[in-house]
């Protein structure tokens, strides 16, 4: 641009979300959805919500009340945003700003450096093994927060409690956002610990375990006071970021645990069905608590294979990134859906 | 907060919206909602939402296509976020980048300050003349940036083609956003201006004119290059803003023209109504194209007769700050709300 105005303009580098296509035919597994649709509970929600032209609950308390209550938490520990990328950028804005960098893996979920490019927030990345673990000890140093998934992503792997106190006690005085927007598919979940160490932001996500990526709802769970800093700022930025719609459903939902925990353990045994059938092709494939395996096969290239699939309208994810590039992630469907991938993979090795 | 990691959190000062009560029979005239329902078209779209558990598309571009069509727009010329909020705290990310100080009124929309709190920017607030107009001189300077609502808030007062023109053409290397929350009520829209001024942002909402306040959804019109910026500036914050109901109704309502235009019609011919009506008490009531209106009556304490209203289940709303303090800013509602005010005020001005 040559405009007089340019250099008022910001340079930035946005996220690049999995591709979307309006041919409703394709089998989707490159966003990490969940197969199965929210519970009936909420679609009733939905269907029966009034008073659109009155604004929405500005601290969203029906959806706040439901989630303390689940979480077994106290009142003022629950903050809900429009999807956890909301909750996680008002955490930005909020906790990380120190002039010493953030740090997070370099292996993990490719929107973290994004908002520290939007926000001038310095970071470090730290290198995760060969076997794509994190070590706790890259996160011993000073900095200006620190921020993992757990899960982490795109590799599905989970760490224990032992692991995330070690992370906390070495980070008493920065901020520790544990990014559990996969967590419900079998990992480890830290909000138990937020009574014990007051760094601790605990985030998860409606978009996956819940059936309701298109509503965007996320939360974060942290003592009251870091909560009271993220409601104040999120009244800096949008004094109502929820809308009624997500605000009912999404407490209706939470309700439903039984619907929850039924769609969650299908998706799991799918999960380990469809992890079998991989390996048993030749593929690598790491241990996953999440609604996606991470996978590879030497004589593959992801990318091709990728494409092929892609041709076939099976969208999966592939990410041109170091380290990464000759691995592939693919979101857990329904049996049929899975079943269907595993006959076009085995078509392919065969016409290698 | 004693914490060890104090430093690193974020101070800010929350923009504070109308008061909202969990009561069902208040006469709600604080927060410039619309009295009346969104369009049946878009109830109907919200109760035939399908497919919640997949993201949203996350250009929200049936609803982008819809407003293109109804502002006479090319194709990358509309922009939509969550609420016009985000779509302005967007804006600011995006457009407000140097240092030096961007330019609004003093008597304004109290949320342009808080953003620049939250983001850094410098500002500089210039005082509207006695009778609350804006002396577009006063934007001759250089700055890095002007805001200004129009029709103003929380005045109601308006202004036409020329004046913007005039702060259009004083300002060709800042970026200049005209905030038309109000303008459906009978301002005048500088949309028609974006082909001529590539320095021109019109934001506008669904809040107000569309009965759509609980839903959160914003515009923005510009040319091309600004509003491509301000799409990556959002995919750097959050990929999917707005949610699925919220395209699919915004869609519907935008498209149902007969029931929106029906709807701004009750609400001005009712604002003339009660304007007349304040006349008749004694008030100064200033020229409104927006629904509410703004007055005041030297002999009243206006902080008293909002406390007398509130007592009464009447929450309009009241400005503690200068120059405003003693007016009071009445959202329009129905006929009959209007009517049970009035009488109200009548009643508090007897017992005086």
Known sequence: MTKLFADKLRKVEPYVPGEQSKNKNIIKLNANENPYPPSPKAMEAIKNITDLNKYPNSSASDLVEALEKYYGVEKGEVFVGNGSDDVIALCYLAFFNSQKPILFPDITYSFYPVWCGLFNVPYKTKAVTKDFLIDPKDYYEENGGVILPNPNAPTGISEGKDFIKDILDHNKDSIVIIDEAYVDFGGYSSVELIKEYDNLVVTQTFSKSRSLAGLRIG?????????????????????????????????????????????????????????????????????????????????????????ALKKDDIFIRYFNLPRI??????????????????EHIKKYIKNM
């Open 219 to 307: 939360t974060a769970i942290a003592n009251k006071d870091l909560i009271s800093l993220l409601n104040a700022v999120k009244n800096c930025y949008n004094s109502y970021t929820l809308d009624s719609v997500a605000i009912a459903a999404g407490k209706a939902a939470v309700e439903d645990d039984t619907y929850f925990k039924d769609c969650l353990k299908k998706v799991i045994n799918t999960r380990e069905r469809f992890s079998k059938d991989l390996k048993a092709l030749g593929f690598t494939v790491y241990p996953s608590h999440s609604n996606f395996v991470f996978a590879t096969r030497d004589d593959i290239k992801a990318k091709d294979l990728f494409e």
């Open 325 to 342: 590039d000759n691995h592939l992630r693919i979101t857990i469907g329904t049996d049929e859906e899975m079943d269907i991938l595993t």
